[in-house]
T-cell receptor, first 115, second 110 residues
């Protein structure tokens, strides 16, 4: 079946511009995560959605970052007024439910470069 | 101290070798443990969960040592295709937010 998809796969933008990154989770998966991974670094948690509950935004690094999940499916991560330090790979993952033994399935990521 | 720590490597081993990685975690409330594999410029994929009693999947064996707060991954009869970065993942009880280690790089050479 279809896995997690993300778009765009690559994005080059100028400092100060806004960007939107999209994630389509696996159909039926209620949990959705956003992470970012900088070169040589581990995955940094950003935000977590579970069903209709309020998202856990505890990992968002600044108020320039926000995310939505519409209809419990597609999610959009928005970065306003991008900075060069925002350059990273942004990964989305989904899982069937909220249990802490659930496998996370990752999308291929969006590689963001801020010039 | 970081919540999850791994030796970044790289571990450079010949085909057929046995290699082991450890991952230490600092929070004693940690309850769920996983190993993920990440190939170069690809997304992470689950390799195996780590159970209290230890578990094996083919050439891969995972162990948990709660007393010393570490998990391990043993790979027997290494293949070229095992070359990747291995990510340790820890989740606290009652939390759905995993913490990823920075990964251990494995290079298997002919």
């Amino acid at each position: 079946g279809a896995g997690v998809s993300q778009s765009p796969s690559n994005k080059v933008t100028e400092k100060g511009k806004d960007v939107e990154l999209r994630c389509d989770p696996i159909s039926g998966h209620t949990a959705l995560y956003w992470y970012r991974q900088s070169l040589g670094q581990g995955l940094e948690f950003l935000i977590y959605f579970q069903g209709n509950s309020a998202p856990d935004k505890s990992g968002l690094p600044s108020d320039r970052f926000s995310a939505e999940r519409t209809g419990g499916s597609v999610s959009t991560l928005t970065i306003q007024r991008t900075q060069q330090e925002d350059s990273a790979v942004y990964l989305c993952a989904s899982s069937r439910g909220a249990g802490n033994q659930e496998t996370q399935y990752f999308g291929p990521g969006t590689r963001l470069l801020v010039l | 101290r970081k919540e999850v720590e791994q030796d970044p490597g790289p571990f450079n081993v010949p085909e057929g070798a046995t290699v082991a990685f450890n991952c230490t975690y600092s929070n004693s409330a940690s309850q769920s443990f996983f190993w993920y594999r990440q190939d170069c410029r690809k997304e992470p994929k689950l390799l195996m969960s780590v159970y209290s009693s230890g578990n094996e999947d083919g050439r891969f064996t995972a162990q948990l040592n709660r007393a010393s707060q570490y998990i391990s991954l043993l790979i027997r009869d290494s293949k070229l295709s095992d070359s990747a970065t291995y990510l340790c993942v820890v989740m606290r009880g009652g939390s759905y937010i995993p913490t990823f280690g920075r990964g251990t790089s494995l290079i298997v050479h002919p």
